[in-house]
DNA sequence: GCAAAATGACTGGATAGTCAGTCAGTAACG
DNA sequence: CGTTACTGACTGACTATCCAGTCATTTTGC
């Protein structure tokens, strides 16, 4: 029943998110047209609708894509370390904190929907939902890194696993805004290294400062 | 010659910031029309361009404002420190991210605004120039506070003032982010104090992680 | 040969910015 | 002081353009 096989529906897909990637990742989200990426894609204008409803849907499909490979890259970086280092909870931070940052140097493209995906959650609350997902899985197993590295003396007891993850995935947010507003004005990954190493005081642990 | 008066010229330009600031807060800069605008200002669709040379510029006139609004907020915190915790810089850092905290609390608003700005740079060399402006200034005075510190034995010897508040600020931004796609989330005073007292390994500082 | 895939002209709606005209406030003049 | 001439702040209808999404038609794969 298929007019074209699987893997060719698959293909033109393919073909179809990669041209959004280029467009959206040049021109921003508002500033391409479906017509655009078309275009960029080598198909008519009416094809892309054949494949995602909508251009928000093409965008969300686009967000997806990056989500899965930046999972995967960060468990190929944790799988290539050494036994020894895997057990170490704070190496596999740094591992994932160094894999991010050849990411964002490899895939700026990506990484400029990814941003481009967090400026919208503000106003579209299907994208929130999808970056809130996001999110969530990310924060998840950043939490229980840091949870296990405190119970296996790496960052200081007392240390809150969930407000650690927090800082650490928000260091790493920020650092990619500035990058992406002045590329090259920093060492990656010195950055996201030192991110990584960095140890959070516990809330409360030094006594609050002043006024205010 | 003027047939209002220089204040009223002021006021009538304030209100029109004033209504942009509520509809681009409210809708996103792109979903908001100046039609929009001026139905909150309470004028008629001409009249923004008599004040502004387009819907950008009165963008940009909203950034400064709020740029400068920060800026006399945290400086008004360094200023109600008691002498003897302004003279400590990691006090006066705790002081200046209580008072962002209590900003981003406060003025919601001008906060979504502030991250659109970062978002809308990414494609608006315009808007880009203001913000890494913006930026640059922050970035200064924070580079100051580090090196301060350090000097004073606050950090430990041999932490990199030009890392340590590239961490923080962007730190500081992230919070923002994971504040306004997930509201009420986290304890912002407690993660801006954990992100203000954080010391910062000196990059290299620790053996490099792994493989990679 | 037929059904699905692809096409591209088309539509309906939206919007940034313009401009000819109105009107309120000011000043100059008698 | 009252009238008139003038100025520029303000108005809102208008234009030129753009674009997401549709659909009748053609092409293609099986």
């Given at each position: 029943?298929?007019?074209?096989?699987?893997?060719?529906?698959?293909?033109?897909?393919d073909?179809?998110?990669?041209?959004?990637?280029?467009?959206?990742?040049?021109?921003?989200?508002?500033?391409?047209?479906?017509?655009?990426?078309?275009?960029?894609?080598?198909?008519?204008?009416?094809?892309?609708?054949?494949?995602?409803?909508?251009?928000?849907?093409?965008?969300?499909?686009?967000?997806?894509?990056?989500?899965?490979?930046?999972?995967?890259?960060?468990?190929?970086?944790?799988?290539?370390?050494?036994?020894?280092?895997?057990?170490?909870?704070?190496?596999?931070?740094?591992?994932v904190?160094?894999?991010?940052?050849?990411?964002?140097?490899?895939?700026?493209?990506?990484?400029r929907?990814?941003?481009?995906?967090?400026?919208?959650?503000?106003?579209?609350?299907?994208?929130?939902?999808?970056?809130?997902?996001?999110?969530?899985?990310?924060?998840?197993?950043?939490?229980?890194?840091?949870?296990?590295?405190?119970?296996?003396?790496?960052?200081?007891?007392?240390?809150?696993?969930?407000?650690?993850?927090?800082?650490?995935?928000a260091?790493?947010?920020?650092?990619?805004?500035?990058w992406?507003?002045?590329?090259?004005?920093?060492?990656?990954?010195?950055?996201?290294?030192?991110?990584?190493?960095?140890?959070?005081?516990?809330?409360?642990?030094?006594?609050?400062?002043g006024?205010?």
């Amino acid at each position: 029943m298929p007019k074209i096989a699987e893997s060719a529906r698959a293909a033109r897909r393919d073909q179809i998110i990669a041209a959004g990637l280029a467009c959206f990742a040049s021109s921003g989200y508002h500033a391409t047209t479906m017509a655009d990426v078309a275009e960029q894609a080598g198909v008519s204008k009416g094809t892309p609708y054949l494949y995602f409803d909508s251009k928000q849907a093409l965008f969300l499909a686009m967000h997806e894509r990056w989500d899965c490979d930046a999972g995967q890259r960060a468990n190929a970086a944790i799988a290539s370390l050494p036994d020894r280092e895997r057990e170490s909870p704070r190496a596999v931070l740094r591992a994932v904190a160094a894999a991010v940052a050849a990411h964002v140097l490899a895939e700026s493209q990506t990484c400029r929907v990814l941003m481009e995906a967090r400026a919208l959650a503000a106003y579209e609350p299907v994208i929130a939902a999808a970056v809130r997902a996001a999110d969530a899985r990310t924060h998840e197993q950043l939490q229980g890194l840091y949870a296990a590295g405190v119970a296996a003396g790496e960052w200081p007891a007392g240390t809150d696993p969930v407000l650690a993850a927090r800082l650490f995935s928000a260091g790493m947010y920020g650092l990619m805004a500035q990058w992406h507003l002045a590329p090259g004005s920093f060492s990656w990954p010195d950055a996201a290294d030192a991110l990584a190493a960095t140890p959070v005081p516990a809330p409360g642990s030094l006594p609050m400062a002043g006024s205010r």
